[in-house]
């Protein structure tokens, strides 16, 4: 059960204590956002002069829409592969008690222990010795190796607060195993399927050791970013970094209005 916090004086501290983490966490973000509309080069404060020009130029630009497509093919690729791969993971991590299930519990967990550049190295050396050229296609790989351990602790949160005895019920009403699937196994573990996904998704967008030793001559929104940041600099970097920051929380905003019709419309037919 949850206790309130007694006395006036202990919840202004916490409303303090949270107002310096929000702080922490996003002050960074909004220096971002401001050199994105400022009409000078180099970001200064307080901003001379205001402009949105460095947006119109994004919006023009060939190489960032490319370098956009190719992180939003990558993302979407390894979400779909590493929901469809945690899924059966998840259920195989907590869910079935099967000879070598703390070894597949270990080893799936292996690739987080290593920093990502480590992996990156490893699987460039790899596809070196394969012969498999590198690219974007490549890059989806690399990201799953570090993402779908991720996605399959996310999904076995949900899976371990599972009651099995409902998919029986459901086979003792003469439910067959691809209904109980559809309308009850599914159902049940969407919240963790639809975490997953987002993580996925932001993991894999934002991911930029892996895509650096992996991808080749092609290049995402993070490779472009760091390079520009260490030669080239131009303000259509935190423009980009802005209209980034922007997506992820539209993304999380639209999957929350989305969610939250789907309730309403299950309690409704509850109800019924």
């Not at 000879?99 to 190295?121: D, E, I, N, S, T």
């Not at 498999?132 to 779908?148: C, D, L, P, R």
């Not at 049940?188 to 998704?201: D, M």
Request: some cysteine; overall charge positive; glycine content about 6%.
């Amino acid at each position: 059960m949850r206790s309130e916090p007694k006395g006036r004086g202990a919840r202004t501290l916490i409303a303090l204590w949270t107002v310096c983490v929000v702080a922490f966490l996003y002050v960074p973000l909004l220096a971002v956002v401001l050199a994105s509309f400022s009409r000078q080069r180099y970001f200064q404060f307080p901003i001379a002069a205001w402009s949105t020009r460095w947006y119109e130029k994004a919006a023009h630009s060939l190489s960032v829409r490319d370098l956009v497509w190719t992180s939003l093919s990558v993302a979407l690729l390894v979400t779909l592969f590493s929901v469809l791969l945690a899924f059966f993971g998840a259920l195989a991590f907590a869910r079935y008690d099967w000879r070598g299930r703390k070894l597949y519990q270990r080893l799936v967990l292996l690739p987080l222990f290593f920093p990502q550049a480590v992996l990156g190295l490893a699987l460039l050396l790899w596809f070196s010795v394969l012969g498999v050229q590198t690219s974007w296609h490549t890059a989806v790989f690399a990201h799953m190796i570090w993402i779908v351990p991720i996605v399959i602790l996310i999904m076995s949160i949900q899976v371990y607060s599972f009651d099995p005895t409902l998919e029986e019920a459901a086979y003792d009403l003469g439910a067959s195993r691809w209904q109980v699937l559809r309308e009850v196994t599914l159902p049940i573990l969407s919240p963790g399927l639809v975490s997953g996904a987002i993580f996925a998704f932001l993991l894999s967008w934002g991911n930029f050791p892996l895509s650096l030793f992996s991808t080749g001559a092609d290049q995402t929104v993070p490779e472009w970013l760091y390079a520009k940041m260490v030669s080239g600099y131009t303000p259509m970097v935190p423009t980009l970094g802005a209209l980034t920051m922007a997506s992820a929380a539209l993304l999380l905003l639209l999957v929350w209005l989305v969610w939250q019709t789907v309730g309403r419309g299950r309690r409704r037919l509850a109800r019924r």
